[in-house]
T-cell receptor, first 115, second 111 residues
Framework: EAGVTQFPSHSVIEKGQTVTLRCDPI?????LYWYRRVMGKEIKFLLH????????ESGMPNNRFLAERTGGTYSTLKVQPAELEDSGVYFC?????????????FGEGSRLTVL | GQQLNQSPQSMFIQEGEDVSMNCTSS?????WLWYKQDPGEGPVLLIA?????ELTSNGRLTAQFGITRKDSFLNISASIPSDVGIYFC???????????FGSGTKLNVKP
């Protein structure tokens, strides 16, 4: 079974540019989560999809961030326009079961550097 | 948002030593998970705890779900060089459907 895959693994952009991160969850996992880790800080929740629906987007920093999961398969996270404080590692995770009854499987992360 | 206080922030130990790290919060959690992240990889689940007081082992790793449901600890016995990495605790907050993570404990093991 293929794991959670994320693309790109690393992106370096200038302030004001746009970046789109992609996540392919494990096949059959309805739950898809985006998290972000800034250096030395906690892994912070951004949002949660159940299939194509946004279940919880309370962690999204502001309206420069847009996440989509059309068709309930892969998801994209777009940052437009990027700011310096957006730098960090963006993790995607998926699970079969909701909440704490199932394991969260993480991708390798997409490292975003905004200059 | 909720905050999990994870300590220590980093540890430098000698191979063969035992290690202990913990997470505490002022909130009650239903589930505690412990993850390990190797460099360039995503976090991988080590141990999951679902009941207050539960003590679970996975090889040299032992974790406990605190009886108050507000804390958890992870012990690693007889550390080896491949234990190097960042360890994260994660808690599922009571009545919520998302995990909150600690800031990580970076473990360094000297051969």
């Amino acid at each position: 079974e293929a794991g959670v895959t994320q693309f790109p693994s690393h992106s370096v952009i200038e302030k004001g540019q746009t970046v789109t991160l992609r996540c392919d969850p494990i096949s059959g996992h309805d739950n898809l989560y985006w998290y972000r880790r800034v250096m030395g800080k906690e892994i912070k929740f951004l949002l949660h999809f159940v299939k194509e629906s946004k279940q919880d987007e309370s962690g999204m920093p502001n309206n420069r961030f847009l996440a989509e999961r059309t068709g309930g398969t892969y998801s994209t996270l777009k940052v437009q326009p990027a700011e310096l404080e957006d730098s960090g590692v963006y993790f995607c995770a998926s699970s079969r079961d909701r909440g704490g009854t199932g394991e969260l499987f993480f991708g390798e992360g997409s490292r975003l550097t905004v200059l | 948002g909720q905050q999990l206080n994870q300590s220590p922030q980093s540890m430098f130990i000698q191979e063969g030593e035992d290690v202990s790290m913990n997470c505490t919060s002022s909130s009650i959690f239903n589930t505690w998970l412990w993850y390990k992240q190797d460099p360039g990889e995503g976090p991988v689940l080590l141990i999951a705890l679902y009941k207050a007081g539960e003590l679970t082992s996975n090889g040299r790793l032992t974790a406990q779900f605190g009886i108050t449901r507000k804390d958890s600890f992870l012990n690693i016995s007889a550390s080896i060089p491949s234990d190097v990495g960042i360890y994260f605790c994660a808690g599922l907050l009571y009545n919520f459907n998302k995990f909150y993570f600690g800031s990580g404990t970076k473990l360094n093991v000297k051969p």
